[in-house]
């Protein structure tokens, strides 16, 4: 690039010290004498009067002058160290500009006939430099034909192109060549000048450019060649353990093809469901998960919306320990809430003088407090911080408490306080929000409010299944306004098994079914196998029952009792046995079946119950066993684990 045509203009100013000096001086005399001149007297023979009012004058004018004078040497000060600043960076400029034209400088250009074509010639081949078409021709250089052309982006790369390849065949004129190409270089005086690009940031530009260029490529490349991938995986493996319906999406780097679910396997197995669509695959599973498992997912030979090859996309997901709520009373202190683990390490979330029932969310605990007036019911956090109260229908009693994880909703059974034969409310089933943000919800049949003798909300939904005293059972979604669906006459409801939608029933002649809540139609419950007898209980959870039977004599004298596991295709085993001095009061099983809590009172006839307004013993265990090898895993003090849908039954 030529550095002439960037210098700037230097103003006509004085260089030296000495000149600038003079100048100054030159101009303090000046004014002095204007002044001067301004403030000599007009008449001398004025009177005295107005020769006062003059000297005030031309004191006032002296002043003025004098304030000229300096504000002049000021101007004249900074404009000395002006122009030294000018001067400094004139030369600071040259010096930058000797180095830019000495690392810029173009090599010789030999001089080719017009027009200068920047294609393919002939080249030498000892050199292997193209040749000009025409030695000895008029000389023209590509600078030249720059300057007069517009600076666009293609003129710019022909530019880095010129002196490459017209610089062999300079060198082969010898010095002199060099010499009268560099002088070339400036246009003629008064030509229109722009400035060039410099070669170096042209030929950066370019290889930038290209490596992109060349990155884009390779990885359409490989996304091509690779097929789909998983870029991003969603889970919540706490919630997982807790309660059926949590899903896993794995998100692909690209919109598939459609997903048939034999193309999804889970290990270990696991029930579930699969709904895909653009990018994301969503894996849905029908019950809980085992604690402390690794999950690994698999969708095998999927293919990307706009075919290419096929891929496997994998992912794992492992699910933390379980953990779980337990209650123990006692009669001469507080009654306690203690948060535990397999292991029985574990703290207390919450005390009360009067627990009679509490139940557990994956995020809140619902207790009811029992105190000399009536029940309370409370609302907290797992940890037990920030208790609320909710609502009742009224002063009452509160029991059989319920709650619904997918609706939201706690339930329970409320009785008034005053309750006699012609006033009051005996045994009425509620419904309200956790939130506490609805009022309390009588359940009705027939516009009459019902007194219930037994319910169950159904797992995974808003809906309730009751028997009236009248032996009617009935169920009711509290999502939707669809009223009571009857479902015939019941003695007991055993249980609702979870992802299924399916009730256990005893009917009123004794025969136990099972009973599809969605049509009502209805099957016999399968014998076990050994048939161990009729079951006073039967908790169903994913892959079996749990079934509470009790051993009699031949005369009909209870001589034990025992917890039997039956498995899904009716094979059976026991699980826990007691002797006829023991009781088992409760038998429930973890969300996914992995594990089973038996609580046992020992020694009933020295074990008296407490005066709750659920009498229980004093004494009681919860035994603790792993369901898949039939081990105890640990006893602990205390019952109703949280494990469990409803509080004990007699």
């Avoid at 209650?327 to 009679?356: H, P, Y």
Wanted: charged fraction near 25%; aromatic fraction near 4%.
């Amino acid at each position: 690039m030529s550095t002439d045509d960037e210098r700037p203009e230097v103003p006509a100013v004085p260089r030296t010290r000495a000149e600038m000096r003079a100048a100054r001086e030159a101009a303090e005399q000046e004014e002095a004498e204007r002044i001067s001149r301004a403030v000599a007297p007009a008449d001398q023979s004025e009177p005295d009067a107005d020769r006062a009012e003059d000297a005030a004058a031309r004191e006032a004018a002296v002043r003025d002058a004098a304030a000229r004078d300096a504000a002049v040497r000021r101007a004249g000060e900074r404009e000395i160290a002006e122009q030294e600043a000018a001067a400094r960076k004139m030369a600071a400029f040259e010096a930058s500009a000797r180095a830019d034209v000495e690392a810029t400088a173009l090599p010789a250009i030999p001089r080719a006939p017009e027009p200068v074509i920047l294609g393919a010639r002939p080249g030498n081949p000892e050199t292997g430099v193209a040749e000009p078409e025409t030695p000895g021709a008029a000389p023209e250089t590509w600078v030249a034909e720059l300057v007069e052309a517009p600076p666009t982006v293609e003129g710019a790369l022909r530019q880095a192109q010129g002196p490459s390849s017209a610089q062999g065949s300079g060198s082969a004129q010898g010095p002199g060549s060099a010499q009268g190409s560099s002088s070339a270089q400036r246009p003629a005086p008064g030509a229109p000048t722009r400035t060039l690009p410099s070669r170096r940031f042209v030929l950066t530009l370019v290889a930038v450019l290209g490596v992109l260029v060349l990155v884009g490529t390779g990885l359409g490349i490989v996304s091509l060649l690779q097929g789909p991938r998983v870029t991003k995986v969603q889970s919540d493996a706490a919630q997982a353990i807790e309660s059926s319906g949590s899903r896993v999406i794995l998100t692909a780097n690209q919109s598939l093809a459609a997903i048939d679910p034999a193309q999804v396997t889970v290990e270990p197995e696991a029930p579930f469901t699969v709904d895909a669509s653009g990018r994301s695959i969503g894996i849905r599973f029908t019950v809980p998960l085992d604690d402390d498992t690794e999950y690994t997912i698999r969708v095998s030979d999927v293919v990307g919306a706009g075919g290419g090859p096929k891929a496997d996309l994998t992912t794992t997901i492992t699910t933390p320990p379980s953990s779980f709520f337990l209650l123990r009373r006692d009669v001469d202190g507080e009654d306690k809430i203690f948060r535990t683990d397999l292991t029985g390490e574990g703290s207390v979330v919450f005390s009360a003088d009067k627990i009679n029932d509490f139940r557990a969310t994956s995020a809140q605990l619902v207790v009811a407090v029992e105190e000399d007036e009536g029940s309370k019911l409370l609302v907290m956090n797992r940890d037990g911080s920030e208790p609320r109260e909710l609502e009742l229908p009224g002063v009452g009693y509160v029991g059989a408490v319920q709650v619904s994880e997918r609706g939201g909703l706690v339930g329970y059974s409320y009785s008034d306080r005053e309750l006699s034969d012609t006033e009051g409310r005996a045994s009425v089933l509620v419904t309200q929000s956790l939130k506490g943000d609805d009022e309390p919800q009588v359940i009705e049949v027939a516009d009459k409010e019902a007194s219930v003798f037994a319910w169950q909300f159904v797992p995974d939904s808003a809906a309730v299944l009751f028997i009236d005293f009248d032996g009617a059972l009935s169920l009711v979604d509290r999502s939707s306004d669809a009223g009571v669906q009857s479902l015939g006459l019941a003695a007991n409801i055993q249980g609702v098994s979870r992802g299924t939608y399916t009730a256990i029933v005893e009917r009123l002649d004794g025969s136990v079914v099972e009973l599809n809540l969605t049509d009502g139609s209805e099957a016999p419950l399968a014998a076990s196998d050994p048939d161990y007898g009729p079951a006073t209980t039967i908790t169903p959870f994913p892959g079996g029952t749990l079934r509470h039977v009790v051993a009699r004599d031949d005369n009909g004298i209870p001589s034990g009792q025992a917890i039997i596991r039956v498995d899904d295709d009716g094979a059976a085993e026991p699980l826990v046995e007691v002797a006829s001095t023991d009781s088992i009061l409760q038998a429930c099983a973890s969300p996914s079946g992995q594990y089973a809590a038996v609580v046992i009172a020992p020694d009933m006839s020295n074990n008296p119950y407490d005066e709750m307004l659920l009498p229980l013993p004093q004494n009681m265990e919860a035994h603790l066993i792993d369901l898949r090898t039939g081990k105890e895993i640990v006893a602990l003090t205390g019952f109703d684990v949280s494990w469990c849908q409803t509080a004990p039954r007699f």
